[in-house]
């Protein structure tokens, strides 16, 4: 007997009671990073690393792309130094990273060669390990090309693709993987060809993915839409003057049914949606995203009819210079939205409170070019990286390849110290994560050292998961 | 029965999508442009009309019949080499081509630049992108009737296919791999090769026989009779309409096109195989870009950036001399190889750069009289044509496309893309 083989009406029970774990699950679960998978064991304390996924550069140090990880605990000896490295060979266009649900491994992609490196982060939190690679992404696929979100779902891994091998434009699809590596199955994006049962709700069914979310507690996950390798490979002021390659970015973004990994509704969004962000408060079913080309906040949320829908809640700087918005981070108050705009290197704060109207209330430039953010659970700190996609970032003196770690005291962001990436030979810093000894059950080894008395050691804690 | 937590959790690790890839069946209909169709995609109104990677299926092809029958409009092709056409040498070409795994990092095969359904050309970028998304100067050309250039490249420094296909495959900007022994020990290494080339030449993988074979593939893909063809070679009155005749004759006559896309009496290879200097080189080379780039961010969206915003994140565009390059004669400076015109509707963007979008761009770049300096061709003047002139030479120029490209485009489709396994 197959146990999983459910009639119409005891599925329709099963998936009530799946609702109401994850409704459970959200009140007692959260992750740092804001950004972070719901399934993910959490630090809501102190972290102690970034992992920061860096771009091999040419004729710079091994020239290839690694895994760098920084001390950022400022009760550590080793505070604000780099003190592992992991080179895995070659310039895979080094990008998005995520972890396991059990944030055992992290998954970390190359866009450009489509190889998937797991690093082992749990044996040794400060000394990362490859544990295994993953080149044969395109032909267990079918295609997909651009390994680029890396998402946590129960013991799974959903991982988007931005392109294929059979154009190297924006059409793609979703590839689900087990946490052990193995393939599942590929979830491609709606056409006006094949709609998959999707409502296309405006004029647009492009096909294009770049990044997902989920809110478990509706049973609904988020894609948004960038564009294929041609264009994310290839030289940006180049093909900000090639008009053919400029009509090959997405304008859409996807609700999905998170359970049946079908696509459900396709917005208009135009001008590549890029990060999207869900809220993390139990009665804020809505998320954000912006678009890259139009810099606009967009929000997409469920109306008082449990309809989604989608619209266009501010503009972000002056959208006719192209200030680029890429990164964003909510906080997990659900009050404030950091939104990093590339091409004048500035980070910006919303209030989101009314998240209809948002409301920039900051800026500061972190440099030349600015991309990633990742803030703590606390809103206290946010750590900021410089690089975008290899053939996109700045060229000559402008191209800055830096971390920088911020404090937040909630008016100004406070510099506490900043690493070279260039000076140190090592690349072009990207994607960041964090790391805990607590996460692991140890305790630092600095804190080992000291009496018993004092080990409350470890003010990281370890979350429950949903399940 | 009380639902456990694990019978939930069971259930999430085994919905009805679990092991899903199903193939679907092949597509009837072949639509001759990217399955991501972006035409009025410059207007508020552009809607998305795409298709679905999943049905991007096809039916092989009989390319051995293809290349050695004669073809309305076209000659047969002579082969001046040793390699004579064979139907397993034409096979191991086809799937060279389509192999990812043909480059140092096994992301570029042949057929990433010159894309089936895009007129075996790219339509997607004016110039094509390479290695690590390396910069070329140069528009990916189709490959249709490629069987006929005497000189390869459009600086037409190469003398066959055999060896002309060891360019993109060693160039450092396009499949980069480092040497020659490098793709021999990829392909010798990838065990679906296995006895292949003993088959088609009785000998292992080697320098010659990769350049065979695809050289063999390329000849294949022969696509003429078309309504141009019926019309003017078949005497068929009526494949052509009223505006395409006009066309036609001003083709011949007013616009001069014929004196470089020469039509003959037995057959028709639109082009002279010499080489021009239009001006548009020139042009790109010697003149002062604008201050703002007109920039595309949306459907119908336009904006205005400053020249320093988009150089601040951009190389400079690697300058194109044309045949000097290759000659090192002054004479020759921004001299280009004559392409043809046969499959012109599926190539855009054209010229050498992909500077024009559209086929009415080039007809009026040419009604100017190309961009004038001392080294211009006297072949290039002021045409003074009409507006319905050029609508004329337009629809005239869209009834050069082959009958059987649907079917090379289906035979490409067939094949299993190479990559990593």
Known sequence: MNLFKTTGVNRGLMQIAIASLFFAASLTSHADETCMSPYMAKIVGQEDFVYVWTLGQENLGDEQDKLVTIDVNPASPKYGKVINSLSVGGRNEAHHSGFTDDRHYLWAGGLDSNKIFIFDVHTDPAKPTLYKTIDNFVKVSGGVVGPHTFYALAGKIMVTGLSNNADHGGRTAMVEYSNTGDYIATHWHPTDQDLRGAEKSGKFADGYGYDVRALPRRNAMFTSSFTGWTNYMMDFGTMLQDPEAMKRFGNTAIKWNLHTRKPEKIFDMPGAPLEIRCAWQPNHNYCFTTTALTSKIWLMYEDEQGEWQAKAVADIGDPSKVPLPVDISITSDDKGLWVQTFMDGKARYFDVSDPFNPKQTYEKEIGSQLNMISQSWDGKRAYFTSSLLNNWDKKGDQDQQFFKSYTWDGSKLNLEFEVDFKAEKLGSAHQMRFGAYGLYGMKRPYETKQAEVNSNASDTLLASKPE | MALSASLILGLELAPTWAGEQTKKEPNTEIRLAPGDDKTSYENTDYETNSLSLEYRTGKAAGLYEI????????????????????????????????????????????????????????????????????????????????????????????????????????????????????????????????????????TPVSMQNIGDALAQYQRSLISGNSRFDQWFYGKEESALNTQEIEGFNLFVGKAKCAACHQIGRDYALFTDNKLHNTGIGYENSMLKPSQYVSVQIAPGVVTQVARSRVDSVGIPPENDLGRYEISLDPKDRWKFRTSSLRNIALTAPYMHNGQFSELEEVIEFYNRGGVAHELLSPLITPLILSKDEVKALSAFLRSLTGNNVEMLVSDAFAVTIGDSD
């Open chain 2, 67 to 202: 290349a050695t029958s004669p073809q309305l409009g076209l000659p047969l092709v002579s082969i001046s080499t040793n390699n004579r056409v064979d139907r397993a040498k034409i096979q191991l070409g086809r799937k060279l081509f389509f192999d990812r795994r043909l480059s140092r990092n096994k992301t570029m095969s042949c057929a990433m630049c010159h894309i089936p359904e895009q007129g075996f050309s790219n339509n997607e970028l004016q110039r094509a992108i390479g290695f690590e998304g390396r910069n070329l100067k140069r528009n990916a050309p189709t490959i249709l009737n490629v069987a006929y250039y005497q000189g390869l490249f459009a600086d037409a420094r190469e003398s066959n296919l055999e060896q002309q296909v060891w360019s993109p495959l060693l160039a450092p900007n396009e499949m980069n791999n480092p040497s020659i022994g490098y793709v021999i020990d990829t392909i010798v290494s990838s065990s679906d090769y296995s006895g292949l080339f003993e088959n088609a030449f009785g």
